[in-house]
């Protein structure tokens, strides 16, 4: 059975799931991702898009315009490098 909550989470996650986006430097909180391309992975069930800086590590942040712009793709993935994130393989630790 779908809710409200749950429609407008899918909402959220089609329109910024794997999106190339830049944080609003309005917000003083986001400030050490200014000027940082990053990657949304998903968006969470409270809203958060969880977005990947390429820094080895995930970042939940408010899914909205208010919190992130959008990013053209060419631009994204020219400044955006994904062998740099939290998900690589390490042999010598997994079997």
């Known amino acids: 059975m779908e809710t409200t909550k749950t429609v407008h989470n899918d909402a959220l996650k ?13 917000h003083p909180e986001l400030k050490r991702f200014a000027d940082r391309v990053g990657r949304v992975v998903t968006v969470n069930w409270s ?14 942040i408010t899914a909205s315009t208010e ?14 490098d994904p062998s740099v994130n939290s998900a690589q393989v390490i042999p010598e630790k997994q079997g």
């Open 14 to 26: 089609r329109e910024w799931t794997d999106q190339y986006v830049v944080v609003n430097k309005d």
């Open 47 to 60: 809203g958060k898009a969880i977005v990947d800086f390429a820094d080895g590590a995930w970042y939940d």
């Open 67 to 80: 919190f992130l712009t959008k990013v053209d793709a060419a631009e994204g993935k020219a400044k955006y």
